[in-house]
């Protein structure tokens, strides 16, 4: 029979690298106390990292530096809002960065939440939860609000081929339909672009953006 310590580290691993949880994640496995156990053990023997108080992950290593890479900060919100049951979106800014159309690197993630304002450092880096209504709270796909709220954020204008480009790039081609029907009650000048991210074929653009990326609005 597996132990607890087991079934953790099977999860675990089968969530990869750069996964990121607290005890609540394995809260079925059993008692509170053996998961806490469990987790104190793995991180002894350098498993998993402490993240901050009551989180932690299954770092990423840099080959090239031979060292753990910093914290994935979308894991960590995750893994904050499975843990106090909050619904939780990025805020516009930090959506581009994380689906890597902005190449900025931010000091400080914002994420909207149902939950109360909430401020943590992860390292170098602010992440901080803004209670707000989340407009976005009903699409099924987590890849769906990202999408909208960077297009957002941007405005009809901000929205550029390169732009379209880079968020096709990053989005898995086997979302592309899913996020199409999760996001069609969408206004018009968002979903439009969203359909240039999730077609199918490769060849040209909406007319629209054509327009767009020779300077016309029209």
């Not at 949880?21 to 106390?33: H, T, Y």
């Not at 080959?63 to 900060?73: A, E, G, M, R, V």
């Not at 619904?87 to 993630?109: T, W």
Request: net charge positive; proline share 5%; aromatic share 8%.
């Amino acid at each position: 029979m597996q132990s607890i310590e087991d079934k953790i580290v099977s999860r675990i691993y089968g969530r990869g690298r750069g996964w990121a949880f607290s005890q609540k994640d394995f809260s079925q496995l059993g008692r509170r106390e053996a998961i806490d156990v469990s987790l104190y053990r793995l991180k002894k023997k350098g498993t998993i990292r402490r993240v901050i108080r009551g989180i932690y992950e299954y770092p990423k290593n840099s080959i090239l530096l031979n060292t753990k890479l910093s914290p994935d900060i979308d894991q960590v919100a995750r893994a904050l809002a499975r843990k106090f049951g909050w619904n939780i979106q990025p805020s516009g800014p930090a959506a581009l960065n994380l689906m890597g159309v902005s190449m900025q690197v931010p000091g400080r993630y914002v994420y909207l939440s149902s939950g109360p304002d909430r401020s943590y450092k992860i390292e170098k880096t602010a992440l901080q939860f803004q209670h707000a209504m989340l407009k976005e709270a009903s699409f099924k796909l987590p890849e769906s609000a990202l999408i909208v709220q960077g297009l957002r954020s941007l405005g009809k204008a901000g929205i550029t081929n390169q732009v379209i480009a880079g968020i096709r790039n990053w989005l898995d081609p086997s979302l592309r339909i899913k996020v199409l029907n999760d996001t069609k009650t969408v206004t018009d000048w968002i979903y439009k672009p969203i359909q240039n991210i999730c077609r199918e074929d490769r060849n040209g653009l909406h007319p629209f953006y054509r327009r767009i990326s020779a300077g016309t609005n029209g």
